[in-house]
């Protein structure tokens, strides 16, 4: 099952040199991510320069930006490229290199443990102060922790906690002119509140309290992102002291959209309230390049070498008259290799209810509904999509079919993302159906599952008829 968020993050690359590495990880789809780095502190920028896209077959992607100093703090302010209106989301990277962290050290003790961890290379000085929570900033910190060079981290016990209750610490660096004032929130011993999509293929959002120990209750709210905290949360998850964990299942909500949750404890007085991101689902993305070498939606990889005309994806609840179809012609890459010929995509076309939308031939020519079209980009029909073309790829998204195409012309590679919520196990063709379920991708046109020994069985199912004339 595909299942698990991505996350993009910052850190220093070296406390030694101003190199910042911001890194896109857990990838299973194709995901952009647009960001700018700001001295902190800096309010929201109106423009993102930077971006990031993470590809389907690599686990993690990194892009290093030098030149920061690494004395100093940094915001990262981001948000997708790749969908509408996605929240604006920060992330604050302290000053080479620490990271205060607190937890309780057992349940069963009141002790907190405040550790100070990450690239230690110089002294480090912070200043902080636990208190029970609510708490508001105070004008000075009692407690001091000074981490030494070359040690990993540092710890202080204090022990004379509750439990029971929550605590706010605040926390500041003393050896930096006006550093901000920082706080980490605590919760009373043990639990957390999460939530995660049940599975990609339906729209229900998994809301778990995990690690209990004692009875607790949250009371939150699911809104679309971006969304300001509400003024009531409507809905309640109440932990019980003997199972480990809770997980209520809330219906309806859309996998292609990110949500923000709002919660609170009920069953404490004036308890902080707190949001929780939850990324939209990854998008099946499908890929074809070289000399073919696939990826289906579901992230099976195999080669074939057909010469005809192949269906690479369709909506599949009708498969003789689907309402859209991608098909791709492959054609020899060497014709003097005619007994074992390498083939790759020479043309793709995008159907919708049986009329050719979109053609993109080898040469970068780009036709849309049979015109030649020579700008570097257009509205596609009466707003059905946008086309962008540039020198190593043209990029296509369609609203209906909900679809993403990006063809790279040194590759003869074509990249699909099927962004709906209701495409998912309701496709077929060479790219699988989008399940989830890497098992039964070699789907024949007949519905008859094979193995990939019988790679051109499956194959030659998806040709369309007439083509290999
Ligand atoms: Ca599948």
Not at 96 to 101: A, D, E, K, M, V
Request: aromatic fraction near 10%.
């Amino acid at each position: 099952m595909i299942q698990g968020n991505f996350t993009l993050t910052a850190d220093w690359n070296t406390c030694d040199s101003g190199t910042i590495e911001v890194k896109l990880l857990n990838l299973r789809t194709t995901v952009i991510f647009a960001y700018e780095i700001l001295e902190a502190p800096a309010v929201a920028p109106n423009t993102l320069s930077m971006k990031i896209a993470g590809e389907v077959t690599s686990d993690s992607l990194s892009v290093f930006h030098s030149g920061y100093d690494q004395t100093k703090s940094y915001i990262m302010y981001y948000e997708e490229w790749d969908i509408s209106y996605p929240p604006l989301l920060s992330f604050f990277l302290n000053r080479c290199g620490f990271t205060l962290t607190a937890d309780w050290n057992t349940c069963e003790n009141g002790t907190i443990e405040v550790k100070l961890t990450k690239n230690l290379g110089a002294t480090i000085i912070v200043n902080y102060e636990i208190f029970e929570s609510p708490a508001s900033a105070p004008n000075t910190l009692s407690t001091e922790m000074e981490g030494r060079p070359n040690s990993d981290s540092l710890n202080a016990f204090h022990s004379g906690y509750d439990p029971s209750k929550s605590y706010v610490i605040y926390y500041k660096q003393r050896d930096v002119p006006n550093a901000p004032m920082l706080s980490l929130y605590l919760f009373r011993c043990n639990f957390t509140l999460t939530a995660d999509w049940n599975t990609c293929d339906s729209g229900t959002i998994e809301v778990t309290l995990m690690n209990l120990r004692t009875t607790v209750i949250f009371v939150y709210e699911i809104l679309e992102a971006p969304a300001v905290a509400p003024n009531t949360l409507s809905m309640k998850i109440a932990g019980e002291v003997t199972s480990n964990s809770l997980s209520v299942f809330h219906r309806g909500y859309d996998q292609t959209k990110s949500y923000i949750m709002y919660y609170e404890e009920w069953d404490i007085s004036h308890p902080p309230l707190l949001p929780f991101i939850l990324n939209r689902c990854p998008t099946p993305t499908g890929n074809i390049e070289q000399d073919p070498h696939m990826t289906t939606f579901d992230g099976v990889r195999y080669n074939f070498q057909g010469l005809c005309t192949y269906v690479l994806t369709q909506d599949c609840s009708n498969i003789h008259e689907p309402s859209f179809q991608v098909t791709a012609d492959f054609r020899g890459k060497y014709s003097e290799l005619r007994s074992k010929p390498l083939t790759r995509i020479n043309a793709v076309d995008v159907y919708v209810d049986g009329m050719q939308l979109l053609q993109i031939l080898k040469n970068d020519h780009f036709l849309i509904k049979g015109q030649l079209f020579t700008n570097s980009s257009a509205v596609i029909g009466n707003g059905q999509g946008t086309v962008k073309v540039d020198d190593e790829h043209v990029y296509v998204k369609l609203d209906s079919p909900a679809l993403s195409l990006v063809w790279t012309k040194e590759t003869h590679g074509i990249n699909i993302a099927l962004n709906g919520p209701n495409m998912r196990g309701n496709v077929c063709g060479l790219l699988g159906n989008a399940n989830g379920d890497p098992e039964d991708d070699f789907m024949k046109s007949d519905g008859v599952i094979v193995t990939k020994d019988d790679i051109y069985e499956f194959g030659d199912s998806w040709m369309v008829s007439g083509s290999c004339e």
